[in-house]
């Protein structure tokens, strides 16, 4: 019996010990590392260079117009070099997007798969691009990626590179679980990985950064006929309490920082901004960078929460107010993670509802949600807490608009643009009927109808369903290039679509004749006359109320949809401070009676090739400040998922298919860069 006892007593005593043991081994696999001030100073303090290796000219355009050409592009596209998308399962590189962007194909190779794989390419080649990779985890990847590294077998590199994972996992969660090995980290850098002070880590992600500035040069077309170009950039990934407060960086040319700043050491998008600031702008090398907040949806109201209510000194709000106001002149109000412009229902906003507000929302538009009000939320990127009028881009305008009476900086004075997000490397691919996912996971019809996935450790949930295949960047500019597309980001010319290459115009003044829709340079007048989309409205004068030139024109492809409408949408803040919107139809006809057949994608209903008019504001009160922007919006037309119920044979046939819940029908659009009347 004793012995029993003993042999028990030992048996318990092991697996203790063995449990101890297990416990300080895991916590040495994933010990993370602060970056300390010392390595701050080290890595971070350097002013932007420019490499050798990049040409010192580059040819005249022969095609230059002095009265700005669309240039359609992709500002955010992820490849296998971020940890999120290797995780996923990505293996294409930088070159490959590229490729992909000029025009060519490119397979939808996960790694190690042999084979026949979905290959994808563009209606058209893209004008421009920027491949923003995530900063966080550069320098880890490729660590656990070098085959020659002493720690290359640590825990965390074998779970991202899938050679762990929870028994029984699906395919899914075995890519989520590789996902998280790196990005679940969020407090500091795994000392197994990084060393002692984090250097190591940061040392590769140098020579990442080098290699996507190198491949940025190699597809830059120097030549005279300048048919594409490519931008440095990467994204500044943070997030608080669960909400995303992501941002994409973009360099003017090649001077950039010898590091890029991740949200591992700047815990604040301010800090951020004055490191471009100090390391970038004031560098005296010709450097300058806007950033691009991005996915406002997933916030929870912090993208857009106004300085003025924030418990800091009048001083700082106002610094952190002018940073914002130089540096984020951009934001992007769609991609396949959901559209950012608007959402019905927030009680905190008044002017009744806007019906085409329900466009591609993750969190369904009749969801009985709790408005945050004047407050903060958390786990927007669960789709979990309230909702809040600072997560969407209209309603920062009129905060802005206060914030420039309350503490004389408005911090939300931006254009719009639209962009992908895409993590297999292929931004630009916008067409609905041909969409392979986003993420290399959601390539088959059977993965992309599937419902809510929740991503372990409360980091984001989601369904690929209630994605979409993103945006594309619009930028008015006389030549492609990086000086002239970089110039006309920088004020603001910009507008974004949801796919469709539709170019809109818009222009305002005081004194714009009624016809000069019937003008054949009326671009020519508008430039003359008005200010373009971004600018502030010259001094009003005698007028009585602003004028505005709104046009747009179709995409150019012989299947691009009609346009049904324009409409100009107005939003302000009354003198308590609340926020108020109107829309305004000003052109085309909602009412036209255009339809489309989901179960065939047949249109029927005319709808126009362009729309334009002169529209003035009917409710103009001049001691009110306001904010004003255009959306087109085309006749209706099928969503890919429409395509994919179309094109599956009946053993195969999701059976979201017939939840009348899921969206099949779209109205594609356009958003231009708003104009602003300040009342003072």
């Given at each position: 019996m004793r012995t029993a006892i003993r042999v028990l007593l030992g048996s318990v005593a092991f697996l203790v010990l063995l449990a101890i043991g297990a416990y300080v081994w895991v916590q040495q696999q994933i010990q993370q590392v602060p970056t300390s001030a010392e390595i701050m100073q080290a890595w971070f303090t350097q002013p932007a260079v420019q490499p050798e290796y990049i040409a010192s000219s580059r040819a005249d355009?022969?095609?230059r117009n002095p009265l700005n050409n669309a240039y359609f592009g992709a500002l955010h596209v992820h490849t296998a070099v971020s940890a999120d998308a290797y995780g996923f399962g990505v293996s294409n590189q930088p070159d490959d997007f590229y490729r992909f962007a000029r025009g060519g194909e490119i397979e939808l190779r996960l790694q190690g798969e042999s084979g026949p794989v979905p290959?994808?390419?563009?209606?058209?080649?893209?004008?421009?691009a920027a491949i923003t990779d995530h900063a966080a985890n550069l320098g880890e990847q490729a660590l656990c990626l070098d085959p020659d590294f002493a720690n290359n077998n640590a825990l965390i590199c074998k779970v991202f590179r899938g050679e762990w994972s929870w028994p029984g996992a699906s395919e899914r969660m075995r890519g989520l679980t590789r996902m998280l090995a790196l990005i679940g980290l969020q407090q500091g850098r795994p000392e197994i990985l990084c060393g002692a002070d984090g250097a190591r880590c940061l040392e590769r992600a140098t020579h990442m950064w080098d290699l996507n500035q190198r491949a940025a040069e190699r597809w830059y077309d120097r030549s005279e006929h300048c048919q594409f170009t490519s931008f440095v950039g990467y994204e500044y990934t943070l997030a608080e309490q669960g909400s995303n407060l992501h941002r994409n960086v973009i360099f003017k040319n090649a001077f950039v920082p010898p590091t890029p700043l991740s949200s591992r050491e700047a815990k604040q998008a301010e800090s951020m901004l004055q490191w471009l600031e100090d390391y970038c702008v004031n560098s005296?090398?010709?450097?300058?960078?806007?950033?691009?907040?991005?996915?406002?949806?997933?916030?929870?109201?912090r993208m857009f929460y106004p300085y003025s209510m924030q418990k800091i000194p009048l001083a700082e709000q106002r610094r952190r107010a002018a940073l914002r106001a130089n540096y984020e002149v951009l934001v992007e109000t769609m991609q396949v993670k959901g559209d950012s412009e608007c959402r019905n229902g927030l009680s905190s906003v008044l002017g009744g509802a806007d019906e085409l507000c329900d466009f591609e929302k993750l969190r369904p538009p009749e969801e009985d949600f709790e408005d945050c009000g004047e407050q903060v939320g958390s786990g927007g990127m669960r789709l979990a807490g309230c909702l809040s009028q600072?997560?969407?881009s209209r309603y920062a305008l009129a905060a802005g608009l206060e914030e420039r009476q309350k503490i004389g900086v408005n911090p939300f004075?931006?254009?719009?643009?639209?962009?992908?997000d895409s993590h297999n490397a292929t931004g630009g691919a916008?067409?609905?009927?041909?969409?392979?996912?986003?993420?290399?996971?959601?390539?088959?019809?059977?993965?992309r109808t599937g419902e809510a996935v929740e991503v372990p450790g409360g980091i984001a949930k989601g369904s690929t369903i209630h994605y979409n295949p993103g945006g594309i960047a619009g930028v008015y500019a006389p030549e492609n290039t990086r000086e002239a597309l970089f110039a006309a980001m920088r004020r603001r010319e910009t507008f974004g679509t949801s796919g469709p290459?539709?170019?809109p115009r818009f222009f305002g003044g005081w004194n714009l004749k009624q016809n000069l829709c019937d003008q054949t340079d009326r671009v020519a007048q508008a430039y003359q006359q008005a200010v373009p989309m971004g600018s502030d409205l010259p001094p009003r004068g005698q007028a009585a109320a602003p004028a505005f030139l709104v046009s747009a024109r179709k995409a150019p492809n012989e299947s691009a949809t009609d346009l049904q409408r324009l409409q100009v949408v107005k939003v302000w803040s009354d003198q308590q401070g609340q926020t108020h919107q109107a829309v305004f139809d000003v052109a085309g006809d909602r009412n036209n009676g255009a339809t489309v057949n989901t179960s065939t994608c047949e249109?029927?209903?005319?709808?126009?090739?362009?729309?334009?008019?002169?529209?003035?504001?009917p409710r103009f009160d001049p001691t009110v400040s306001a904010a004003y922007y255009v959306r087109a919006v085309e006749n209706p037309s099928c969503r890919w998922l429409a395509y994919d119920c179309m094109n599956a044979d009946a053993s195969s046939r999701p059976a979201t298919c017939d939840n009348p819940e899921h969206r099949k029908s779209i109205q594609e659009r356009a958003w231009t860069s708003p104009i602003w009347y300040n009342a003072d």
């Open positions: 355009c022969t095609d290959t994808l390419q563009l209606d058209a080649p893209l004008d421009f005296g090398t010709g450097c300058d960078a806007i950033s691009i907040p991005h996915n406002g949806n997933w916030s929870s109201g600072y997560s969407y004075k931006f254009g719009i643009i639209a962009a992908t916008v067409a609905e009927d041909n969409y392979l996912g986003a993420t290399g996971m959601d390539r088959s019809v059977a993965s290459r539709i170019e249109r029927s209903g005319s709808g126009a090739s362009e729309l334009c008019t002169v529209w003035r504001d």
